[in-house]
């Protein structure tokens, strides 16, 4: 059981490139999210999903756009890139019914940097 | 609207030695919360959680703490090894959205 993967691991761009950052669950999770981290800011909500086809906007959703084709995949695309987008971005999934609700497994992170 | 926060960014401590990360909050309707761990280069992870109605819950050489009257709440590490060396995030999911506020996060250092 893989639980979240993200890719890649590390990416540099150029202001102004787009790019795509992948996420993928097998635990067959509806609710799935992305956040970014920089440092002394915590965790913050960017998108997130209830279900295939339905996405809804977090805390910071500026520069950044997210689709739900499957259950399985929420990927997040930056269309152009720029410096303030530099962080680590994590995605996540959680369980639908009782406690599972709670609990937030998170990927490994995407390291990226825009120069 | 809502804020989570940590007192300290970062928390020395040596091996064997028990440690305490704190989190305070400002919503007084807040009425669960969770701790997450997070390792160096990892996404957090799950550690410990606690409803209102509880002052305090223990799991495996943990506890948190919860104070309502002073909106505060804490983790306490019991015998710290290097393992447990990462950032520890309070997050409080009251409101039923089910969506996490995080903390800005507390940096353990166990030295050995």
């Known amino acids: 059981n893989a639980g979240v993967t993200q890719t890649p691991k590390f990416q540099v761009l150029k202001t102004g490139q787009s790019m795509t950052l992948q996420c993928a669950q097998d635990m067959n999770h509806e609710y799935m999210s992305w956040y970014r981290q920089d440092p002394g800011m915590g965790l913050r909500l960017i998108h997130y999903s209830v279900g295939a086809g339905i996405t809804d906007q977090g805390e910071v959703p500026n520069g950044y756009n997210v689709s739900r084709s499957t259950t399985e995949d929420f990927p997040l695309r930056l269309l152009s890139a720029a410096p303030s987008q530099t962080s680590v971005y994590f995605c996540?999934?959680?369980?639908?019914?009782?406690?599972?609700?709670?609990?937030?497994?998170f990927g490994a992170g995407t390291r990226l940097s825009v120069l | 609207g809502e804020s989570v926060g940590l007192h300290l960014p970062t928390l020395s401590v040596q091996e064997g030695d028990n440690s305490i990360i704190n989190c305070a909050y400002s919503?007084?309707?807040?009425?669960?919360f969770i701790w997450y761990k997070q390792e160096s280069g990892k996404g957090p992870q799950f550690i410990i959680d606690?409803?209102?109605?509880?002052d305090k819950r223990q799991g495996q050489r943990v506890t948190v703490l919860l104070n309502k009257t002073v909106k505060h709440l804490s983790l306490q590490i019991a015998a710290t090894q290097p393992g447990d060396s990462a950032v520890y995030f309070c997050a409080d999911l009251s409101g039923g959205s089910y969506i996490p506020t995080f903390g800005r996060g507390t940096s353990l250092i166990v030295h050995p």
């Open positions: 996540a999934s959680r369980g639908d019914r009782g406690q599972a609700k709670n609990i937030q497994y």
């Open positions: 919503n007084s309707a807040s009425d669960y």
């Open positions: 606690i409803r209102s109605n509880m």
